[in-house]
């Protein structure tokens, strides 16, 4: 790999990038582009009809027979039992497909708003919604080294996603701000996603009364009618696997649901650990998992915003560290999206994974590989779709530009082929004589601009011009690139009354909260 550039000034990162792709690239990507994917390509079946029984009988097994553990949550014990479950200490088991039963309240579509109304995503049936990367403790750019993510990073980061037309969703925890106090950092979080940008995001999790602040200060940007009407914020969170739903998972169901807000719950399987090394098995685990929880979500509010999740990972039987983008996921993803169509729920799995420390040429085949397929699948929710390194703990400056670039890509296949007038083109056949060429016809003209993706990123100029414009790498052209984004951000305009409600929330509940690492 060529050395990592050197930190630019604002003026010479507005100068880099040289010739005639380098200028100008930043403000072409980011014009405006659609909220959200709407699928018009079919949907990859990869199961035959009996193997997707043979995995639902299997989560229905895992359901009535096995069961689920739902621990340290009383309340959850008490609603399950009285929804008809077979509760035992903290084991619930859900007799003749009651989960499934259940969970036919869950809305097979639903919008979550944003507060620019032009960013609204609709999740579910055939729509499909990028988000960023969540998670990870520490952060990598080009004109550094890998360290502990802090809230600067992750105010810049936001910045960057704002600017980024085909990452719809923010996220939560775009990186792990360690220099705010754990007890406290879900505050600044939530609120440098309502102001940082307009685009939808998630709330904390991690804890009762942290979903609940995340909730209330939702309340405060969009008001409390707003609320019960709409959907505007929803929490992701994680089962305990292998067939355990914690308090955390359960508590965060109940707060964003009981609010009328959205839920997406996800079975975290490493297949050999969590799980089988069968892939089939892992697959039911997490289906039975999910259901579980979606049966729960309807006892809270029946109609509540449900994502069913799978986020599935073969590991090194050898070491046991993950791997990423290797054909078992890759068949998860086809095979869970296939099921969770068959359900009417929809489905969050998928990503841009991989296990690199660099977003070097191990990064780009297993990110392409695993996002891929979560594209193919109709993953109608995408977290972690862009910015991910070294198996989740590390969110990457340039990575995010780079998968953020390869979504364009994605969502140009997932719109499908033209077939109508303008795209069969007859006119300029009638034009251009035998022999002739295209490139002045008035067809070529009227669609030269948007005829064909552009990346910002890729080079596709001569040797001659590229080593003339500095001989630079992916990551260096990267690195150049969201610098240039950072530069030409401005804040979206905020009711300066509906800020100062925010941040006065934020004061209030610091103030009354002892400094906590935990």
């Not at 340290?72 to 039992?81: F, G, K, S, V, Y």
């Not at 989740?392 to 296949?413: F, T």
């Not at 804040?491 to 006065?504: G, K, M, N, Q």
Request: hydrophobic share 40%; with cysteine.
């Amino acid at each position: 790999m060529t050395a990592q550039p050197a930190m630019q000034s604002g003026s010479e990162r507005r100068r880099a990038g040289g010739g005639r792709r380098g200028r100008g690239t930043a403000e072409r990507q980011t014009a405006p582009a659609p909220a959200f994917i709407e699928r018009k390509i079919p949907f990859f079946d990869f199961l035959s009809e009996d193997q997707v029984e043979a995995i639902l009988g299997e989560a229905d097994w895992m359901l009535e027979v096995k069961g689920i553990e739902f621990r340290d949550n009383p309340e959850a014990l008490r609603r399950l039992a009285d929804a008809g479950a077979d509760v035992s200490d903290c084991c619930v088991r859900f007799p003749e497909r009651l989960a499934r039963k259940l969970a036919q309240t869950c809305p097979a579509e639903f919008t979550q708003h944003a507060r620019n109304p032009d960013r609204s995503v609709r999740i579910g049936g055939r729509n499909q919604v990028f988000a960023s990367m969540y998670g990870a403790p520490f952060v990598r750019d080009a004109g550094g080294e890998r360290r502990y993510g802090s809230m600067a990073d992750f105010n810049q980061l936001a910045k960057i996603l704002h600017r980024l037309p085909h990452v719809h969703h923010l996220g939560h925890v775009i990186c792990e701000p360690v220099d705010v106090p754990v007890n406290k950092r879900h505050l600044d979080m939530v609120y440098s996603l309502m102001t940082t940008s307009d685009k939808p995001f998630l709330g904390a999790i991690t804890e009762k009364d942290r979903a609940q602040d995340s909730v209330n200060m939702a309340r405060i940007l969009f008001g409390e009618d707003r609320m019960e009407r709409d959907p505007v914020i929803m929490g992701n969170v994680n089962t305990n696997s292998p067939l355990m739903i914690d308090k955390v998972a359960s508590e965060a169901i109940e707060v964003y649901c009981g609010a009328g807000q959205g839920i997406v719950v996800v079975p975290f399987i490493l297949s050999g650990a969590m799980g089988p090394v069968s892939t089939a098995a892992s697959v039911a685990q997490a289906i039975a998992e999910g259901l579980a929880c979606a049966a729960y979500s309807q006892i809270v509010r029946p109609g509540a915003p449900f994502v069913l999740g799978n986020f599935l990972s073969s590991m090194s039987l050898k070491s046991g560290a993950p791997t990423f983008g290797m054909p078992e996921p890759v068949m998860s993803n086809y095979a869970i999206g296939q099921i969770a169509r068959h359900l009417g729920l929809p489905l969050r799995c998928g990503g841009s994974l991989s296990a690199s420390k660099l977003p070097d040429a191990q990064a780009a085949a297993e990110s392409a590989d695993s996002m891929h397929s979560t594209a193919l699948a109709g993953a109608n929710f995408v977290l972690h779709a862009a910015g991910w390194l070294e198996g989740g703990l590390v969110m990457s400056y340039e990575k995010l530009v780079i998968d953020a670039d390869r979504l364009g890509m994605y969502a140009r296949m997932l719109g499908g082929l033209a077939t109508d007038e303008n795209g069969l083109a007859r006119s300029a056949y009638e034009e251009v004589a035998h022999a002739g060429h295209f490139l002045g016809s008035a067809h070529t003209m009227a669609n030269y601009e948007t005829a064909f993706y552009e990346s910002p990123l890729s080079d596709s100029e001569s040797f001659e011009q590229w080593r003339e414009g500095g001989e630079k790498d992916m990551q260096q052209r990267a690195y150049e690139y969201w610098n240039r984004l950072v530069a030409a951000y401005e804040r979206p305009a905020i009711d300066p009354a509906t800020d100062e409600a925010l941040r006065a929330y934020m004061a209030k509940k610091k103030e009354s909260l002892p400094d906590q690492a935990y």
